[in-house]
């Protein structure tokens, strides 16, 4: 406990001294603005991207993975496996502190981990093969599984919401179920709820007791150097109304700037723009597989083959350095990508598909969310191209916040539904585990709730296979059998992009917002 | 016929509006011969073009053509006008009556008027589209729910007053049944007052339509109409303006017809008391 | 008068109690935020645990007790969502809404008394079918068409303004102005015309009326009369506004704050509908219809007070 205090005495003077040498040099504030700010702010307890990203510039982690999904070490400085790789011994760098003072010990880890993973779908898988989790001193920690497993490090480095973030173990303890209402982090910034306001912008300050790594930054992963003062996070819902704020110099950044703003932002001789989040957001078509006409896997089949990725992106995006065709349903530039089982787009072959399927013409149910500016425009594409294949559309709208309850309903159409669609980022589904809507486990699956009890056992040996090639090999199978059940169809990939002003500097390509390394001239 | 001209000409706002109006009505009655192409095809491609021969009103984000939709679009907005405006206008009238005429029932109808009243239109219509799905019917409902006080007060207030005169005084002394003194002597007089109150509602419901669909909350892309093809495109405001421009002149026209068409009929009763 | 208003209050009383409970019970039958926090891939059990959590598992009837109970206690509770007191989400908002209700109205009451009176004065004449025909172009035209082309007018295009967000009065008082201008002027178009056609009915009625034509005929100057009936006349429709406009306004705030990015109530109440944030909702729908209440009693008595034929 001494050593937490004087490093926590360490961390007040350092923050005195970084805060009176910004006040000398003036204080940089970058003034960045985002579709939505976080409510929940609880990274842990909610899957949104907006808390994930939040979680980024508050919390450090563990592991982070570089662009190639290494987990590379972050908060751990070294690390050993014992030769049953039944026993994982982390031990942290020196000198992390939280915002308010206290440094980073083994207990908050330990009980973070345990935390998140009574949310998170590849946490809860971790939490099923652990033995226990075990403190050694102050900066070693042990975990020891019951069985080996292979994702142990993919877990902890994850980068898809939720990714498991450290907090102090006296908020860690806060039950999965609860939401945390303190926000202390070990991040490069620190939150500041006095100045911000909630549903109207958020506000940061660099944590002047941050140790980066030495290693160059890529993603989460390297040296998260905080380079401005502040960081405001201001909610836009209007993008032309962001991009008219960027263009009169009242924000500096726009982050996930709609594409076809992009020609006005080009248009102006002091804004960039680039793609910054080039693994980009995945849309996807879910098919109810509890009730006709879905349950049988030969309509679903026939939806499969009508769905040309092409148009939906032509749709949607437009234009074709912004979009990517990507049929792996591991997304591209995973290192699981694979071509295998992909159907392949084929309208003739989906309409005979459908007559030999034996749909009976009765109306579908599709769910339709109006005010989803992704999942909205996904949903009007694939109408038509129900329509095309041959099928009866029954089109229900309703506001995001209904479509994401009532999908969960399991009774049949039309209190329930049989199509809709929605979105991933690609961590979201980089493995056949992380993958969620891969999940074959009938009722329990996410909504759909398709029945293959063998892509269970598939993705359960994926988790326990050591070697790498087989895993490949393993995941090339589950997209096989994705496919070949049309468990759910990807409708391809757009690529996010940033729009800033010329003197903000160092913004780099990340599959979430990722402010470290930013800054402003 | 003969009537009709002279009155437009004594009145030019109400001749103008009626036959702009009319002019609307066709248009939705004809749209899907009208309008030609499907209104939402999607033409790959074709996204965000400008004005040309080819798209009369340049095409939107999806590629569908707007002039389609414009024309396809022109029913259900004018359907919503008309639908609040009767809805509205029945429900109030009746309950306005009642509240005029049965004493006990008064206090109670104009107590929950108020209650409605109270509660911001615009919120009732935001809570009432996300509890059901997004359709017509819905929109409807929502709209024209927040117009039965105004309509109400007005039949009540009108009819408070026409209880003193000297005619239905005379019809309750001669034994006349309460629902006949109701509908034969008083209603006649409320009309039109009444008239010209639906016209307004009629062209704030449009408009309201056009609010909620910037809401993300009006009718569903299903079923194109003024204000959801101008919410669509409102975020490309400066990229791509006709999207926004067209459906937006189209309905300004339209209410433009209506209001003016309410105010003749305002000017033409006055006249006709004085 | 005070009996009037002690009257009016009592009255009133049961219809904010009633608009409440209403609210309440219509709200709760509606679903519950747990879906949308359980996110993509949520299970039952999860969803199960997140209500029981937020007790939102309870019965109806024991909700609405709890929240009356907080009420009593001068509590308007937390929100479901992000857990801040609903009293400072609601604080921190009104700010923005008042200062863009307050502004809209001296633009339009400024622009329509004087639309108005010109329309009056020229009665009959082009300038009052121009006036007319203004009129009911404001009615016509959309607010956030109007806000759209402002901005990319004045902000863009100009450079004059700011294109959108808000400052606090108490920080930078001419920057306030400067963020306030535009959305004032995009929300103004519909109440600029019900003023300036109220004004001008107003102003020929009066005009009318034996005392004026009495004034005339004992020498008065036509535009000494004109002016004299005009001002005092002006008050009616700016006290008219406020009690009508009470709806039209919060429609307005909603699409403008929304189009100007301004942190204020209206966009935090559709937020709270759409999310589901019942104690949000709760607290913002009883502001509102006390303020209702007030706002319509003020008026009443306004009325008094500037007409002194009526009284209470």
């Known amino acids: 406990m001494i050593g937490r205090r004087s490093v926590a005495l360490g961390a007040t003077a350092l923050g005195v001294a970084g805060a009176t040498r910004a006040a000398a040099q003036g204080r940089s504030v970058l003034r960045m603005a985002k579709t939505s700010i976080p409510r929940i702010l609880d990274p842990h307890f909610t899957t949104s991207f907006t808390e994930r990203d939040f979680g980024y510039l508050v919390y450090d982690t563990l592991f982070a993975v570089d662009k190639s999904y290494t987990p590379k070490p972050q908060m751990v400085e070294r690390w050993e496996v014992s030769p049953d790789r039944l026993a994982y011994t982390f031990h942290l760098r020196p000198g992390l502190s939280f915002h308010d003072g206290a440094a980073v010990i083994a207990a908050d880890c330990t009980t973070s981990i345990q935390r998140w993973a009574q949310r998170d779908g590849m946490g809860q898988k971790l939490a099923a093969v652990t033995e226990r989790w075990q403190v050694l001193d102050d900066r070693s920690f042990r975990l020891v599984l019951k069985q080996p497993y292979e994702l142990v490090l993919a877990s902890l480095g994850k980068v898809g919401a939720s990714v498991p973030f450290i907090m102090p173990e006296r908020i860690a303890r806060t039950p999965g179920t609860e939401a945390v209402h303190e926000f202390v982090g070990s991040g490069p910034f620190r939150y500041d709820p006095a100045a911000s306001s909630a549903g109207v912008k958020l506000v940061f300050h660099r944590h002047a007791g941050y140790v980066p790594r030495a290693e160059p930054g890529e993603w989460a992963s390297g040296a998260k150097r905080p380079m401005v003062d502040t960081i405001e996070w201001i909610e836009f819902r209007d993008g032309m109304t962001a991009v008219n704020a960027l263009t009169n110099n009242e924000i500096d950044l726009i982050h996930e700037l709609p594409h076809d703003l992009a020609p006005l932002v080009e248009a102006e001789r002091d804004l960039r723009v680039m793609v910054h989040n080039e693994v980009g957001q995945l849309g996807f078509v879910r098919f109810n597989c509890l009730h006709p006409p879905f349950d049988n896997v030969q309509v679903r089949r026939a939806v499969a083959l009508g769905i040309d990725q092409r148009a939906f992106l032509e749709a949607l995006v437009g234009k074709p350095e912004y979009y990517q065709v990507c049929t792996s349903v591991y997304s591209c530039g995973s290192p699981y990508e694979t071509q295998q089982g992909v159907p392949g787009f084929n309208l003739a072959a989906a309409r005979e598909q459908l007559r030999a399927s034996g749909y009976d013409g009765k109306p579908i149910v599709q769910f339709h969310a109006t005010n989803s500016a992704t999942a909205g425009p996904i949903g009007e594409v694939l109408t038509r191209a129900l329509r095309d294949i041959g099928f009866t559309v029954d089109v229900r709208a309703m506001d995001w916040s209904t479509f994401t309850r009532r999908r969960l309903t399991q009774a049949p159409p039309p209190e329930g539904w049989n199509i809709a669609c929605s979105t991933w980022t690609a961590p979201d589904v980089m493995d056949p585990v992380v993958n969620a809507t891969l999940s074959g486990a009938g009722k329990q699956a996410p909504w759909g709730w398709p029945s293959v009890p063998e892509m269970e056992v598939l993705r359960e040996r994926f988790s326990r296979e050591p070697d790498a090639a087989e895993r490949r090999r393993l995941a090339a199978e589950v997209q096989r059998l994705a496919y070949d059940q049309a468990i759910y169809m990807p409708t391809g990939t757009f690529k996010a992009l940033a729009a800033f002003r010329s003197n903000v500097t160092g913004l780099f390509p990340a599959p979430a917002l990722m402010l470290w390394n930013v800054g402003k001239r | ?274 | 008068m005070l009996r009037f208003a002690a009257r009016r209050l009592l009255a009133a009383l049961p219809v904010v109690a009633a608009v409440s409970v209403l609210v309440f019970l219509f709200l709760r039958a509606s679903g519950d935020p747990a879906a949308e926090l359980a996110g993509e891939d949520a299970t039952p059990e999860r969803l199960a645990a997140i209500r029981a959590a937020l007790e939102l598992d309870l019965p109806v009837w024991q909700q609405f007790l709890a929240w009356l109970g907080q009420l009593l206690h001068g509590e308007f509770g937390r929100s479901l969502i992000s857990g801040d007191t609903v009293a400072r989400m609601v604080g921190e908002r009104l700010e923005a809404t008042l200062s863009l209700a307050l502004a809209t109205i001296l633009v339009s009451v400024l622009l329509g008394v004087g639309l108005g009176m010109l329309a009056a004065r020229h009665r009959g004449g082009w300038l009052d079918r121009a006036v007319g025909l203004v009129c009911v172009g404001g009615f016509s035209v959309p607010s956030f068409v109007v806000g759209y082309l402002l901005v990319w007018w004045f902000a863009i295009s100009l450079g004059w303004l700011p294109a959108q967000g808000y400052v606090r009065i108490g920080e930078d008082a001419l920057e306030w102005s400067r963020r306030i201008a535009l959305p004032a002027v995009a929300m103004s178009t519909v109440f600029l015309a019900l003023i300036a056609r109220i004004t001008r009915a107003s102003l020929l009625e009066t005009l009318d009326q034996d005392y004026i034509r009495t004034a005339r005929a004992l020498g008065a100057t036509e535009a000494r009369v004109f002016l004299r009936v005009a001002l005092r006349n002006a008050a009616v429709p700016i006290v008219t506004i406020i009690g009508v406009g009470f709806g039209v306004v919060l429609t307005g705030v909603v699409v403008t704050e929304t189009v100007f990015n301004l942190p204020g109530l209206g966009r935090l109440v559709v937020e709270a509908v759409l999310a589901r944030d019942y104690p949000v909702i709760q607290c913002v729908v009883l502001l509102f219809s006390v303020v209702y209440v007030l706002l319509n009693l003020v008026v009443d008595l306004a009325y008094a007070a500037l007409d002194p034929r009526i009284r209470y």
């Open chain 2, 1 to 274: 016929m003969t009537a009709a001209l002279a009155l437009a000409r004594r009145h030019g706002a109400l001749a103008v509006g009626g036959l702009l109006l009319a002019g609307f009505v066709l248009l939705a009655l004809c749209g899907p011969w009208l309008g030609g192409a499907d209104a939402q095809a999607m033409l790959p491609g074709q996204r965000l073009r400008a004005p040309s021969a080819l798209h009369w009103f340049g095409s939107d984000r999806l590629g569908r053509d707007v002039f389609a939709r414009v024309v396809h679009g022109s029913g259900a907005s004018l359907a919503v006008g008309l639908a609040v405006a009767l809805l509205s206008g029945l429900v109030g009238t009746l309950l306005g009556l009642l509240a005029g005429y049965v004493r006990w029932l008064d206090g109670i109808i104009m107590r929950v008027m108020d209650g409605v009243m109270a509660i911001p239109g615009i919120m009732v219509a935001i809570a009432l589209v996300s509890v059901l799905d997004a359709g017509l019917g819905t929109v409807i409902a929502a709209i024209g729910i927040n117009d039965i006080p105004r309509v109400a007060r007005l039949v009540r207030g009108a009819l408070l007053s026409l209880r003193e005169e000297p005619y239905v005084e005379a019809a309750t002394m001669l034994g006349t049944s309460g629902a006949g003194i109701v509908f034969r002597h008083m209603l006649p007089g409320v009309l039109a007052p009444l008239a010209v109150l639906c016209t307004h509602i009629a062209a704030s419901a449009m408009l309201l339509e056009a609010t909620l669909s910037f809401l993300g909350l009006g009718l569903p892309p299903d079923i194109p109409s003024w204000g959801n093809i101008m919410a669509d495109g409102r975020t490309l405001f400066r990229v791509a303006p006709w999207i926004i421009l067209f459906p937006g002149l189209t309905l300004a026209s339209a209410v433009f017809a209506i209001n003016l068409l309410g105010d003749g009929l305002q000017d033409a009763l006055e006249a006709r008391r004085g």
